[in-house]
């Protein structure tokens, strides 16, 4: 039985340099908690792990018993990317309904409803790349929208993967979405 690995953000650190990064607002949420509680209880104690939530703390006192070096783990979570808000949203009525696609991650909407790639798709384009900047293999594209705006988002998305994607297909029968992956380098048999 193969038992599937869930991707894991990992990092190692000094407890000054963890104190910086939640000033500035860059370190894992819960955090914060954790270091309260190495630093309050863990050098008396000598506690050389601490979990909140999803987030496992590995503490190193070997060096340094004021400033520990700390392991983080903390599980990664897909995003589904939407590429645009559904019609309607604005008027509280949208034309279809995507929280079955919410199973696979949390929403991150790209455009806004009313968007167009009509005469001049820069500014367009730069704002895509700036939402899908973040898109992981873990991730999936949620094709919404435009049919214009959904190639540039699947081109943009390709770039940064290197053409391996995963999106989410509606199959109206089944009334659910579907994962599909994606490999445009793929070599396969003309007869798949």
């Known amino acids: 039985m193969l038992i599937e690995q869930k991707p894991k953000y990992i990092r190692t650190l000094k407890v000054s340099q963890l104190r910086r990064d939640l000033e ?3 370190a894992p949420e819960g955090v914060g908690i954790l270091i309260d509680k190495i630093m309050s209880e863990g050098v008396k104690r000598k506690i050389t792990e601490f979990t909140h939530e999803n987030i496992t703390v590995k503490v190193d006192y070997t060096n340094d018993v004021k400033d520990p070096l700390l392991t983080m783990e903390k599980e990664a ?11 309607g949203t604005r008027h509280g009525v949208p034309k279809i309904n995507i929280m079955g696609a919410q199973k696979y991650g949390e ?3 790209c455009l806004p409803e009313m968007s167009q790639i009509i005469f001049s798709p820069g500014p367009l ?3 895509l790349r700036e939402k899908l ?3 992981k293999e873990i991730d999936y594209l949620l094709l919404t929208g435009d049919p214009a705006i959904i190639g540039v988002a699947c081109s943009i998305v390709s770039d940064i993967t290197n053409g391996k994607y995963k999106l989410l297909k509606w199959d109206k029968q089944e009334r659910r979405y579907y994962p599909i992956e994606i490999n ?3 070599k396969g048999n003309k007869d798949e």
Do not use: D
């Open 77 to 87: 979570r897909p995003v589904v990317f939407v590429i645009q808000e559904i019609a």
């Open 184 to 186: 445009l380098h793929e």
């Open 107 to 109: 929403f991150v909407f």
């Open 24 to 26: 500035k607002g860059v």
């Open 133 to 135: 900047k973040s898109y």
């Open 125 to 127: 384009i730069f704002r």
